[in-house]
């Protein structure tokens, strides 16, 4: 079987700057598969011409056999493909039950309705409660988002990729910012995925990639440099010396 | 968008105070309170449009005058040509709905264009625009160029008298009363929650699969649609259209009280255009520099309000 997600020769460059260099990359359909690299190896560029915010400049994009190299957004959301951002992008003036309910009502469909009252509308908050439910957040639901924690803003980064039901999740440092407790926390929440959503994860939290990661690609100057399982990146010398160190 | 104790009482006193106002008028035999108060209640429709697009979905539109000016012109240009027109053109039922769709008409394709661009560049797009209207009618001599266009009685309504300034007060009340339970109930819908959401976060309403670009299309067109209906009542109010009203001075005066009334505060509009109306009413009788006065008074609402007069009402953590 083909993977979910599959990424064949990806290029982007800024001016001089390669930032994406022939990229391949794959993600099967429930794995969860680590991208890492040291600073400025092109990570997040790869994440957004993934998710759609970039165009590459060549290669091609698939999402379960589908070209989506092209479309906008939106449609990949649609399609079936979330990201989330390594740097925190909820609505700050809404609660955390309204920044989900938010997007269930999104995933329903148009937004073209001008009546009926979307805060008490059982069909989104119903659904809404029990994402947050499975991220831990829903004591936290009826909080205002500028008023919850950086790591319970985390959890509602995630729980808003989440309640778009996607089939492949686009994580771009979700431990960013997160004290040990709270990444040991988010490492065991992400562990609960498995099998459920494919995630590419992008990450600099080297526990938790090696914890969670079914495989792993290692970016070095927007190539990838080396790709296989974690226990074999581990042991790839070239790794060792562009990103991991000796031990 | 709960409001405090101490906003709904505000609330009432003023919708009692508003509603009272012809008595006390007769009363203090100051029969000009009343157009004062036609006056305060059609900027308000104004300013609520306006802050439709401005306070709820981020976009600061710096052309909202063009809305006003063709929704007043719709209703003018229709009573110049009523000899040679059907006899329902100066009908209210027929005029001021012609008032509401014609802004709404071009809003739909300029707004299609200004909505390409955001920040800056939006807020001078939609300023170029107003500015075109404005020098068109100024150029238009048939229709007074300059001069303006005046019309020689208000658009006929069902048992209402036309030169009854008393019955036209209620009716622009009633309008306002109406384009506000319209607007509270768009801002707690699905609509409203994406607008919101857009204004707060755009790139997190893509990313979650949403395409901004016809919300706000919609929201655009809605605005103009409203600020047409005020636009024919301040028309009908003073029986004469102005170029003024298209001016790019109008397009910032509606702004000012936007921000006066409470960013995105609805019932805001209502104390944003009151204040304005009454405090350009108040300082013009006392002196013919009064912008010299209000420039200062502004500024410090802006400084010591942040939340605007609304938001002050409510208290630290009262209002939005």
Avoid at chain 1, 15 to 29: I, N
Avoid at chain 1, 68 to 78: E, G, K, N, Q, Y
Avoid at chain 2, 70 to 96: C, E, K, M, S
Wanted: overall charge neutral; some cysteine.
């Amino acid at each position: 079987m083909s993977a979910l997600l599959e990424v064949r020769g990806l290029c982007k460059r800024f001016g001089g700057l390669v930032a994406t260099d022939a990229l391949d990359l794959d993600v099967r359909a429930g794995e969860i598969h680590a991208l890492i690299g040291p600073n400025g190896a092109g990570k997040t560029t790869a994440i957004a011409q993934i998710a759609g915010e970039q165009r590459p400049d060549a290669g091609t994009i698939r999402l379960a056999g589908q070209d989506i190299t092209t479309l906008p957004v939106s449609a990949r959301v649609r399609a079936g493909m979330t990201r989330s951002f390594q740097i925190t992008q909820v609505l700050m003036q809404a609660t955390a039950l309204a920044n989900v309910a938010l997007v269930e009502q999104v995933r329903q469909g148009h937004s073209f309705r001008f009546w009926r009252d979307a805060g008490r509308d059982t069909g989104l908050a119903g659904p809404a409660l029990a994402v947050l439910e499975r991220v831990g957040l829903a004591p936290r639901a009826p909080v205002v988002a500028a008023d919850l924690s950086h790591g319970e803003r985390r959890q509602l980064e995630l729980a808003m990729a989440l309640a778009t039901h996607p089939r492949l999740l686009l994580l771009d440092e979700p431990m960013a910012g997160l004290g040990s407790i709270e990444c040991a926390a988010m490492t065991v929440l992400l562990q609960s995925l498995k099998g459920e959503v494919a995630i590419l994860l992008v990450e600099h939290d080297m526990d938790a990639v090696f914890a969670l990661a079914d495989r792993i690609t290692v970016l070095q100057n927007g190539a990838a440099i080396a790709s296989g399982s974690p226990a074999a990146i581990r042991a790839d010398a070239a790794v060792r010396d562009a990103y991991l160190g000796t031990p | 968008m709960g409001e405090s104790p101490r906003q709904i009482v505000v609330l009432a006193a003023a919708f009692a105070l508003m509603v009272a106002l012809p008595a006390i008028a007769s009363a203090m035999a100051r029969p000009d309170f009343v157009t004062l108060g036609s006056q305060i209640a059609i900027m308000a429709i104004a300013v609520a449009s306006l802050d439709l697009l401005m306070g709820r979905t981020g976009l600061p539109s710096f052309g909202h005058a063009a809305w006003l000016g063709l929704g007043g012109y719709t209703v003018g240009i229709l009573a110049f040509h009523q000899a040679d027109l059907p006899w329902f053109v100066t009908q209210a039922w027929f005029a001021w709905p012609m008032a509401i769709l014609v802004p709404a008409a071009l809003a739909a394709g300029i707004g299609a264009l200004c909505l390409r661009t955001s920040g800056i560049s939006f807020i001078m797009i939609t300023l170029a625009f107003a500015q075109m209207f404005f020098f068109l009618f100024i150029a238009l001599k048939a229709y007074g160029g300059d001069d303006g266009l005046s019309m020689r009685r208000r658009n006929a309504l069902p048992g209402i008298a036309p030169r009854d300034d008393v019955a036209f007060y209620y009716v622009c009340l009633a309008a306002l009363v109406l384009v506000l339970f319209l607007l509270r109930r768009i801002a707690a819908s699905r609509f409203g929650a994406v607008l919101d959401g857009i204004r707060q976060n755009e790139r997190r309403m893509m990313a979650i699969g949403l395409s901004p670009y016809p919300y706000k299309l919609a929201a655009f067109v809605m605005s103009a649609a409203i600020a047409g209906l005020a636009g024919a009542l301040h028309v009908n109010l003073f029986r004469f259209a102005s170029p003024d009203l298209l001016h790019w001075t109008m397009s910032g005066e509606l702004m000012v009280m936007v921000v006066l009334g409470g960013l995105g505060s609805l019932w805001g509009a209502v104390f944003g255009a009151a204040a304005m109306v009454l405090l350009h009413s108040l300082l013009a009788q006392w002196t013919e520099h009064w912008q010299i006065v209000l420039g200062p008074i502004l500024v410090a609402v802006v400084l010591l309000a942040r939340r605007g007069l609304w938001g002050a009402l409510g208290g630290p953590k009262g209002g939005q």
